[in-house]
C-alpha cells in the first residue's frame, strides 16, 4: 500500500483483507473502517468497497473461488 486510494470495486465471492504492517484505510459501503497490522477484515460477497488515502503498508489480499 502506498498511501494513494483504489477506486471502489465489488466482488462475488468473500475478500479477506490481512495487513502485516502499517495501517489500511477501507470505505465499505459507505463506512469507514481502518484496519491495523495485525488485523484482518473480511469484505463480504457483493460489498461496495474503495481502499481510501492513506492506506501504507504491507497487505495480504485472499479472493474465495468464484462459483
Partial sequence: MDELP?????HSTAEVLLV?????E???EGAEVTV?????????PGARHAV???S????VIVEGPEG
Avoid: I, Q
Avoid at 502485516?20 to 489500511?24: A, D, H
Avoid at 491495523?36 to 473480511?42: A, N, Q, T
Fill in 20 to 24: 502485516l504492517e502499517g495501517r489500511l
Fill in 52 to 54: 481510501r488515502t492513506g
Fill in 6 to 10: 483504489v477506486e471502489e470495486e465489488v
Fill in 26 to 28: 477501507l470505505s465499505v
Fill in 56 to 59: 501504507k503498508g504491507t497487505l
Fill in 36 to 44: 491495523g497490522p495485525g488485523e484482518m477484515y473480511v469484505v463480504a
